[in-house]
């Protein structure tokens, strides 16, 4: 049975920090590409980063520069290093992971595993 288990949300006031991690079982976490995505009340889920099998990157414009996402496979675990937090990427954060190379559009989708997420509450 396929989980990922996303922790590290939290209540921050803007310009702070938090570091997401997802942690994965039961799949071969090595050959998927694995995703960070965040919704917003009243708002779609948008994706916020993705690593490839290789260990490469790609950010939302939103988010680059401020948040780094990296991939343990030895532990089986997803990070995301959040700084300079602002109001507005307050929001559920959830992690995806999908099969093999990553999609070529980002969208939820693409991605059959999905985490339940943890919330992230950043105030002005």
């Known amino acids: 049975q396929v989980q990922l288990v996303e922790s590290g949300g939290g209540s921050v006031q803007a310009g702070g920090s938090l570091r997401l991690s997802c942690a994965a079982s039961?799949?071969?976490?090595?050959?998927?590409?694995v995703a960070w995505f965040r919704q917003a009340p009243g708002k779609e889920r948008e994706g916020v980063a993705r690593v490839y099998t290789t260990g490469s990157t790609t950010y939302a414009d939103s988010v680059r520069g401020r948040f780094t996402a990296s991939r343990d496979n030895a532990g089986n675990t997803l990070y995301l290093q959040m700084n300079n937090l602002k109001p507005e990427d307050t929001g559920m954060y959830y992690c995806?992971?999908?099969?093999?190379?990553?999609?070529?559009?980002?969208?939820?989708?693409?991605?059959?595993?999905w985490g339940q997420g943890t919330q992230v509450t950043v105030s002005s």
């Open positions: 039961g799949i071969t976490y090595s050959r998927y590409c």
């Open positions: 995806a992971a999908d099969w093999g190379s990553c999609p070529s559009a980002n969208s939820p989708s693409a991605y059959i595993h």
